[in-house]
C-alpha cells in the first residue's frame, strides 16, 4: 500500500467536528490539502479557517460522496454519531453503520489510493474489572454484543465493515482512539466530565475506567496512517494511562480546586433512575445506555500505533489543564452554553 504524497488532497468527513476540525488542521500543517465535505459548506465554511476548501456531501448519499471524492487522494472518515440517549437510536444506525457503508462504497468507486476509518474502542470490547494489566490490543475478541448500548451496537458495525473491506483488498486503516479529551469540544463528551468536576456540578462517584488521549495526539497518528508503507488494518490509539473514571475525577478537582462527588450510588440504583429519568424526560443527560457503559473499564494499550506510526501521547496532566483551559475559554464566551453529553 503506497503511501499519500505531500500537496495531495485529502478529504475530510466531520471536520466541523472535535477531532476532525484537528485532524484537518494537522493535515494542513503536514504540507497536505484538505478538502472538508459536509451536509451545509454555507455552514461549514463559518466555522472552519478562512480559505479551507469545502465541498457538498451528504454521508448518506452515496452519489454526492464519490462526486465529492472524485479528485482526491486520500480521505479520512471522522464522522459519527456519539451518543447514548435513546432517541439518538435512528440517528446513530443512519451514521454510523449506513454512512460506514456509503463511504466505503464510494471509496472503492472512486479509487481512493487510501481511506483512514475513525472508529472507536467502544468498537473493539472492554474490561469488567479494573485490571490494567490486561489492558486491550487489536486482537482483543469483541466481547460486548449482549451490552445492549445502541452506540456500542452501530459502532461495532460500521468497524466490522471496515476490516472487512480491508480484508477483501480495500486500502482501508481503521483507527480507534479511546476517551479523547482536549481544548475545543464545545462541552461535550469527555470535555462534559471536566466541566461537570471543575464546576463542582458531579455529585456522584463515576464508576469504571477510561484510556484517555489528547486528541491532538490522535491527529498526529492519523495524519502519520497516510504515510506508513507497510500499515496494519487497525491501530488503537491509546494514552499511557488506564485509569478509573473515579480518579480521573480526582485529578481534574485537583487541577480545578474543585470539591468532589460525594455520593456513591449502586450499579443497579443508578439504572433504575436512568430508566425512570428517560421515561420522564428523553433527552435526559441521565441514561440507561450511559449507567451500562459505566461499569465497564476502556482500558487499551497501544504498542503497535507506537512502533507503525509513531503515536506519541502528552502527559494526562498536560491534556487535562488544556481542557480545563478551554472549558473556561468556552464560558466566558458564552457565559450560558447549552450542555450536551453524549
Request: hydrophobic share 45%; glycine share 8%.
Amino acid at each position: 500500500m503506497l503511501g499519500i504524497s505531500k500537496g495531495s488532497r485529502v478529504a475530510v468527513t466531520g471536520a466541523t467536528g472535535f477531532i476532525g476540525r484537528y485532524v484537518s488542521e494537522a493535515l494542513a500543517l503536514a504540507g497536505y490539502r484538505p478538502v472538508t465535505l459536509a451536509r451545509s459548506p454555507d455552514v461549514a465554511a463559518r466555522i472552519l479557517p478562512s480559505g479551507t476548501e469545502v465541498r457538498y456531501a451528504d454521508i448518506l448519499d452515496p452519489c454526492s460522496l464519490a462526486n465529492s471524492l472524485s479528485d482526491v487522494a486520500a480521505a479520512v472518515h471522522v464522522a459519527g454519531v456519539v451518543s447514548v440517549q435513546a432517541a439518538d437510536k435512528v440517528a446513530l444506525k443512519q451514521v454510523n453503520v449506513e454512512g460506514m457503508r456509503n463511504m466505503l462504497a464510494a471509496s472503492r468507486r472512486v479509487g481512493l489510493a487510501r481511506l483512514l476509518v475513525m472508529s472507536s474502542t467502544s468498537a473493539v470490547g472492554a474490561l469488567p474489572a479494573h485490571r490494567p494489566a490486561d489492558a486491550l490490543d487489536e486482537d482483543a475478541p469483541f466481547n460486548l454484543a449482549k451490552a445492549g448500548i445502541p452506540y456500542v451496537t452501530t459502532k461495532r458495525a460500521g468497524h466490522e465493515m471496515a476490516i472487512g473491506a480491508r480484508r477483501d483488498g480495500d486500502p482501508v486503516i481503521t483507527l480507534s482512539p479511546t476517551f479523547v479529551l482536549g481544548p475545543g469540544d464545545g462541552l461535550r463528551n469527555g470535555t462534559a466530565l471536566v466541566d461537570l468536576v471543575s464546576r463542582n456540578r458531579l455529585p456522584v462517584w463515576p464508576g469504571g475506567g477510561v484510556n484517555p488521549i489528547d486528541v491532538r495526539d490522535v491527529a498526529a497518528a492519523t495524519v502519520a496512517a497516510l504515510t506508513c508503507v507497510s500499515p496494519e488494518d487497525h491501530y488503537i490509539l491509546a494514552g499511557r494511562d488506564n485509569i478509573t473514571l473515579a480518579a480521573l475525577v480526582g485529578r481534574i478537582a485537583r487541577l480545578s480546586g474543585a470539591r468532589l462527588p460525594w455520593l456513591k450510588m449502586p450499579y443497579q440504583l443508578a439504572l433504575a433512575a436512568a430508566a425512570l429519568a428517560e421515561t420522564i424526560a428523553p433527552h435526559s443527560t441521565l441514561t440507561t445506555a450511559g449507567v451500562r457503559l459505566s461499569r465497564y473499564y476502556w482500558y487499551f494499550k497501544a504498542d503497535s500505533a507506537r512502533r507503525d506510526l509513531g503515536l506519541d501521547t502528552r502527559p494526562l496532566d498536560m491534556t487535562l489543564k488544556d481542557t480545563l483551559a478551554g472549558v473556561r475559554a468556552q464560558h466566558l464566551s458564552a457565559p450560558f452554553p447549552r450542555q450536551e453529553l453524549s
